[in-house]
């Protein structure tokens, strides 16, 4: 079935650094990547959604200049949260959709990275 | 806009009992229904999913029917496990021009006891 990874799992920083977080389609060509973003016990939200070779849509209240997104390819998306404080702490999870068979219109989740700034 | 009520958890439940969760949709169009679980420490799983009235996803023994009169998909399982317990999320997606959104419900918490 189709894979989703994402890099790193988990990641500790301290506030005011950045912080990427890798996306990889490991087996299909993910045309369309989502970002989401899930508090404890609350549903994902999503932040964004990007299509590979172009910019990045983002939702309503989602600042583009603080989660900077690129998909500079088919198998890889990056969220780079710039300048992150303690708020920004959270669980970001990535999905991936595929340009054709049964994985173009599904979305297919990584296993997400937890995020903390001290 | 689209929106995606479920039942709030937690829901626990002995091993082999009858399972339901509800799950209501507020949607503009004809949107696919899906069901996602995401067990400890793991991403979200597509369970199933229903594109269409009257359609019923199903996997793993859960099953889900589409009902458009009633704008709900409520997904149930006969007899569940041990290994069922997870957090189980309804969701919606508009069709559109390729770049179909997800809308989720909160989300439901399972626990299922031996």
């Known amino acids: 079935g189709a894979v989703v990874s994402q890099h790193p799992s988990w990641v500790i920083c301290k506030s005011g650094t950045s912080v990427k977080i890798e996306c990889r389609s490991l087996?299909?060509?993910?045309?369309?990547m989502f970002w989401y973003r899930q508090f404890p016990k609350q549903s994902l939200m999503l932040m964004a959604t990007?299509?590979?070779?172009?910019?990045?849509?983002?939702e309503q209240g989602v600042e583009k200049d603080k989660f900077l997104i690129n998909h500079a390819s088919l198998t890889l998306s990056t969220l780079t949260v710039t300048s992150a404080h303690p708020e920004d702490s959270s669980f970001y999870i990535c999905?991936?959709?595929?340009?054709?068979?049964?994985?173009?219109?599904?979305?297919?989740f990584g296993p997400g990275t937890r995020l903390l700034v001290l | 806009g689209d929106s995606v009520t479920q039942m709030e958890g937690p829901v626990t439940l002995s091993e082999e009992a009858f399972l339901t969760i509800n799950c209501t949709y507020t949607?503009?169009?004809?949107?696919?229904l899906f069901w996602y679980v995401q067990y400890p420490g793991e991403g979200l799983q597509l369970l199933l999913k229903?594109?269409?009235?009257?359609d019923k996803g199903s996997n793993k023994g859960f099953e889900a029917t589409y009902r458009k009169e009633t704008t709900s998909f409520h997904l149930e399982k006969g007899s569940v496990q041990v290994s069922d317990s997870a957090v189980y999320f309804c969701?919606?997606?508009?069709?559109?021009?390729?770049?179909?959104?997800?809308?989720f419900g909160t989300g439901t918490r399972l626990t299922i006891i031996p």
């Open positions: 999905s991936a959709r595929g340009g054709s068979g049964g994985a173009r219109e599904t979305q297919y």
């Open positions: 087996d299909f060509q993910a045309t369309t």
């Open positions: 990007s299509n590979e070779g172009s910019k990045a849509t983002y």
């Open positions: 949607a503009t169009g004809y949107p696919s």
């Open positions: 229903a594109t269409k009235a009257d």
């Open positions: 969701a919606l997606s508009e069709p559109g021009f390729g770049n179909e959104k997800l809308t």
